[in-house]
């Protein structure tokens, strides 16, 4: 087997959600790839998505899922790339909604994701009563499941790498 990419592009709603996990599942299959590897890239696929759909933008009123969760709709491209010999590589690329000018803004948050990743292995998640939230309970999962979590952040597109 040679070096097999595989890409899809997918929505921020429950259907979209649902959409994902038959591609990974689908991929995992083709590749394939160990159970256990395929099980520890959907969970970090469903996590990372839900994030992206979560937090990378406030809740919009008046665009309720099914679910009852507010999640603005925007497309999501994901990609798995596996190898023989190297380790599998899932890649989310995505923009959220909103002006070109909050390119610094979203920098900034992919620094501090950067900083949370690298210090999640060693931190234990908290609970912010404020946002009554656990904060870094996805994150230290992703990297207990992954070989590495990256963050980069674009101009046009942000991007998350995870190695498995």
């Not at 890409?7 to 689908?26: H, K, P």
């Not at 909103?98 to 920098?107: I, L, N, Q």
């Not at 904060?135 to 992954?146: D, I, P, Q």
Request: proline content about 5%.
């Amino acid at each position: 087997m040679g070096r097999r990419r595989f890409s899809a592009e997918v929505l921020t709603c429950a259907e979209g959600l649902s959409a994902l996990e038959d591609f990974i599942r689908n991929c995992s299959s083709s590749v394939p790839l160990p159970e256990s590897l395929a099980d520890s890239v959907l969970l970090a696929a469903v996590e990372c998505f839900e994030n992206i759909a979560g937090h990378s933008v406030p809740a919009v009123s008046g665009k309720e899922t099914g679910e009852g969760f507010l999640f603005p709709r925007f497309s999501v491209t994901v990609s798995l790339e596996a190898a023989p010999g190297k380790p599998v590589r899932l890649v989310f690329l995505y923009r959220p909604p909103g002006k070109a000018g909050v390119f610094r803004s979203r920098k900034k948050t992919a620094e501090k994701l950067r900083r949370l990743s690298g210090e999640a292995g060693d931190s234990f998640p908290v609970y912010d009563k404020e946002g009554k939230r656990w904060r870094n309970l996805g994150l230290k999962m992703c990297k207990n499941l992954a070989q590495e979590v990256e963050y980069k952040c674009g101009l046009f597109r942000n991007k998350i790498i995870l190695l498995f």
